[in-house]
């Protein structure tokens, strides 16, 4: 807890000889410092409240509670009175009831069941929208009405705190306006001007005439020096003259310290002004004043007033000739870049983007051109191999077909696509023989019969008839090699070694087989080729011979030479897309490859610069829509 402002007197000046009325009507136009407002409130509230004590607390940063104001004024050395540290520890408990609170207290001579002689009153005090401020009275009497009338009167009294903050509201707005008000004149005065000569010299003498100043000057900075360029009520001046140097000297510390200067200044300010104080006494005694003026955040001129030392600049009028120098400076600066010969400004242009471009300003900006301009040199003068990219699908170069050899049904299935097979070891599948070694057994009989018929005819001496027997068990005999052909036939065996490609019939046991009907299909892995699909933008850029590399979806990391044997001169639509078919002999057959693998395969198509080959499917399309 700490005390600030509590040197209250005892009594109020100028209020004993009035009446209520008149001292609240004072009171509510007073416009003294806050710290005496509250002071002459407590000692007014205590008056009309018939209070003994009283006291203005504060809730301070951390929970501190802060004395305001005390009536009568405490001691510094002294204790606090026992009612006011009652008040200081029921502090954030009134605050949170937000309404006024009577505290009875009981005093050691007051007698088993008497009414106690002492009472706080405590008043919250609304400052703004918030409540943080307690108003606490001590009002010594057993009556209760008393205390219930000066509770009345203290809670009345309590809104004037509200009166006297808006009247520093509407005060605080009023010299706003009035600084804003000169500021806008000023600017209205020196605007009229074409040139930058005029111009300076017009706000010289406008701000001299405005702010009762014996000079005023303005410098512009030119490299690491200001360098003057108007003074009030001045035409021609050197830079030679002792006065010109201190100015310039004064305004290059300004500028060094981006800050307004002033001088005399009080010990506790952080900035330097030996400058102005030379300039002060060298020329003087002076009020000195420098202000910066920025453009973009950065000073690029100084604005320096001198005046009498018995005016000093206040703060109030250095607000108004910052919030002025803000608003002129943009066109002051624009003049004066335009004022000077174009060789000057191309200069000037060539500094400012050399700066830009070595500062520590925008480095990510600058660290993108770098990239940019570094990708557009490697793109026009870097040569890559250009390649036609399409998808293939492997293909075997020969394939044997495996029909069925004769009209039956499936018995048996032993492979499926992708095995691999051995050339008339490896039986496929095997078609029923039932219905044929059945027929083959009739035919056997029939046979037989044919040759007793035969026998029988020989011996009684019919040639005819033994010749027709004969004849018949013949072609009987020639069905029974027919038959046995097929059944010796039903196993169905591959003419090639290699891998089943096609004829995938576990599920089709069982099933009806017509003669020559293709069952499998076996392709030597030993022999594969490549089909490209090439659109048909790109195919202009492949032709025989041409190499490249191709890798399966299986294998990404395997990649395969080969050679363009020949393309297809007829296009072919797949996926809604014209196509040519482009065939490629690989250079090496990894035991891996299997017919049907698909993949990415990429032709080189010769050397171009990297900015025709990332650019040449957009331009081309570009020539087919304008073309008219």
């Known amino acids: 807890m700490t005390t600030e402002g509590t ?3 005892r009594s109020v000046p100028e209020t004993v000889q009035l009446t209520t009325v008149e001292v609240i009507d004072r009171l509510s136009r007073y416009e003294g410092p806050p710290q005496q407002f509250l002071a002459h409130l407590l000692a007014v509230q205590c008056q009309i409240g018939a209070a003994s004590g009283g006291a203005i607390l504060r809730s301070g940063p951390e929970g501190v509670v802060d004395i305001l104001a005390a009536y009568p004024a405490l001691s510094q050395s002294a204790p606090l009175p026992v009612w006011l540290a009652m008040a200081v520890e029921s502090f954030t408990e009134i605050l949170s009831a937000n309404a006024t609170i009577v505290k009875s207290l009981h005093s050691p ?6 009414p106690p002689s002492r009472h706080l009153i405590m008043v919250p005090l609304r400052s703004s929208a918030e409540v943080r401020t307690l108003s606490v009275f001590l009002v010594e009497t057993r009556d209760v009405n008393i205390v219930v009338a000066s509770r009345d009167r203290l809670e009345l009294t309590a809104s004037l705190l509200s009166l006297y903050e808006m009247r520093l509201m509407l005060q605080k707005r009023q010299m706003d306006l009035r600084r804003f008000r000169q500021a806008m004149e000023t600017l209205a005065a020196v605007n009229e001007h074409e040139e930058f000569a005029g111009l300076a010299m017009s706000l010289c003498n406008e701000i001299a005439s405005r702010w009762q100043c014996d000079r005023v000057s303005v410098g512009f900075l030119k490299g690491r020096y200001v360098k003057m360029r108007a003074m009030s009520h001045t035409e021609n001046f050197s830079r030679k003259m002792k006065v010109v140097q201190d100015v310039e000297a004064a305004m290059e510390e300004c500028v060094d310290q981006d800050i307004e200067v002033y001088f005399p200044a009080s010990p506790e300010v952080t900035f330097i002004s030996r400058a102005a104080g030379e300039l002060s006494r060298q020329h003087g005694p002076l009020a000195v004043l420098s202000l910066p003026l920025r453009r973009g955040g950065k000073a690029v001129a100084v604005l320096t007033l001198e005046r009498p030392a018995d005016k000093q600049f206040t703060v109030e009028e250095v607000e108004a000739l910052r919030l002025m120098a803000d608003l002129v400076t ?43 301009a570094g990708i557009l040199l490697f793109a026009f003068l870097v040569n890559g191999e250009y390649r ?10 020969e394939a044997q077909v495996v029909p069925a050899p004769f009209d039956g049904f499936i018995e048996k299935v032993n492979v499926l696509p992708g095995d691999t097979v051995e050339g008339g070891k490896t039986v496929l599948a095997t078609l029923d023989t039932i219905e044929l070694r059945l027929r083959l057994a009739s035919a056997k009989a029939e046979r037989l019969a044919y040759q007793k018929q035969a026998a029988a005819a020989a011996g009684e001496d019919k040639t005819a ?7 018949q068990a013949d072609r009987i005999a020639a069905q029974i090699d027919i038959l046995q052909f097929q059944i010796d036939r039903a196993a169905i065996t591959s003419p090639i070694s290699g891998v089943v490609t096609l004829g995938d019939l576990k599920r089709q ?4 087989t017509k003669l020559g009907e293709t069952l499998f299909e076996v392709a030597p892995l030993e022999a594969l080729r490549a089909d490209l699909s090439v659109t048909n933008d790109e195919v202009a850029d492949v032709g025989v011979g041409q190499e490249g590399e191709l890798a399966t979806a299986s294998y990404p990391d395997q990649r395969i030479a080969f050679v363009v044997e020949r393309i297809n001169p007829m296009s072919e639509v797949v996926e809604k897309e014209n196509v040519f078919k482009v065939r490629v002999r690989l250079k090496s057959t990894p035991l891996w490859m299997r017919p049907g693998m698909e993949g990415l395969a990429k032709v080189d198509a010769g050397e171009h610069c990297y900015a025709w080959i990332w650019s040449r499917k957009a331009i081309n399309w570009v020539r087919m829509k304008l073309w008219l």
């Open 7 to 9: 040197e209250t007197s």
């Open 109 to 114: 001579e007051d007698l088993y069941g008497q």
């Open 330 to 372: 943009p066109r002051l600066a624009a003049l004066e870049e335009h004022d000077r010969w174009i060789g000057g400004r191309l200069v000037q242009d060539i500094r400012k983007l050399a700066a830009v471009a070595v500062g520590p300003k925008h480095t990510w900006i600058k660290l993108a051109v770098i990239v940019i």
């Open 388 to 397: 036609v990219e399409a998808p293939f699908v492997l293909e075997p170069i």
């Open 465 to 471: 008839e033994a010749q027709i027997a004969m004849a």
């Open 509 to 512: 046991i069982g099933a009806p």
